[in-house]
């Protein structure tokens, strides 16, 4: 037997301009996750079990278009393997499916990882992100690839589409409360109705996308010098761009102001939108009164997580 695990993620700042060459910060949140195990089976084929989804099919028997299907696929070829062994793969995840936190790059990361190491043959962490990679396009479209990158490296990530991967490290740790609207929030459709936006006035959007920019390097140089507190405003502020963006909703803006009503320094959409999550900046003493506000106010669940060096 073989077995892996890949942590959720949020995006802290910066999404949906990132998609557009702007920086985003991004981090792992081990809270949830997804575990992955192996092993060699008796029966010919490969036999996927994913409970959480209601999966139990032998994998030529999943459409190609299948994202589980592809990602174990392109480990195949990645590894040169022209015939498949029989196997029984069981994904089991924490992660809420098309929420902001990362289920479809965690699924793959972690099958990667399992699998690679199943026949043998351990891929790098490069190797891994990039086949996770090709699996998002699946879920999005046109991903900015910041979801398999935090994942795969399970550290906090500043990262720019197409430019080396830089990872940096947190000055002083702080905490943040995940709101989870309960609505399935599929980003493709979120990023595709904001490039019709762009595509419409460039300019405008353009200047949006720089203020962006903007927040996202105060947030990263507030993260590394141990100023966590600067945090709050920047939230607030880039929670307002995304409101003009049309990505936020009524479920995620009555979050956003029970958490602030709560105690929160700060709050914002964290993802896509549409549904999926918010996170709220909080300090330790408030993050229970926050967690138990955002519940009232509709949450279908609450996380409270700490962000650090791992």
């Keep these: 037997m073989t077995s892996a695990s890949a942590p959720g993620k949020v995006i802290l700042f910066g999404e949906h301009a990132v998609v557009h060459g702007r920086p985003a910060l991004a981090v792992p949140v081990t809270q949830v996750h997804v575990d ?8 010919a084929g490969i036999w996927l ?23 174990i696929e392109n480990v195949f070829r990645s590894l040169g393997m022209v015939a498949a062994p029989s196997l029984k793969v069981t994904v089991k995840s924490s992660i809420p499916v ?26 790098s962490d490069e190797q891994v992100n990039a086949l996770a990679f090709e699996a998002e396009k699946l879920h999005h479209g046109t991903p900015s690839g910041i979801d398999n990158t935090v994942i795969t490296y399970s550290r906090p990530v500043y990262f720019i589409k197409n430019q080396p991967i830089e990872t940096f490290n947190v000055g002083s740790p702080f905490t943040i409360v995940i709101g989870d609207t309960g609505i399935s929030a ?15 006035d460039k300019a405008k959007w353009e200047t949006v996308f720089n203020q962006i920019r903007e927040i996202v390097q105060a947030a990263k140089n507030a993260i590394e010098s141990g100023k966590w507190p600067k945090l709050g405003p920047l939230m607030d502020e880039n929670h307002a761009l995304l409101q ?5 909703s009524p479920e995620l803006d009555r979050l956003v102001l029970a958490a602030k009503t709560s105690g929160a320094i700060g709050a914002k959409l964290s993802g896509g939108g549409r ?14 009164k926050v967690a138990d506000a955002l ?16």
């Design 244 to 248: 003009q963006m049309t990505v936020s």
């Design 98 to 123: 098309a929420s902001g936190l990362g289920s479809g790059a965690a699924v793959a990361v972690a099958v990667t990882r399992a699998l690679s190491s199943h026949l043998g043959y351990p891929l």
């Design 36 to 43: 992955v195990e192996i092993r060699d089976s008796s029966r």
């Design 295 to 310: 519940k009232a106010a509709g949450a279908k669940n609450s996380i409270i997580t700490k962000i650090e060096n791992i």
């Design 186 to 200: 599929p980003t493709r459709e979120s990023v595709g109705d904001v490039r019709k936006l762009w595509e419409a």
């Design 49 to 71: 079990h994913a409970p959480g989804i209601y999966l139990h099919a032998e994998l030529s028997k999943l459409p190609r278009t299948n994202a589980l299907r592809t990602v």
């Design 275 to 288: 549904g999926g999550n918010m996170i709220a900046l909080v300090h330790d003493s408030d993050a229970e």
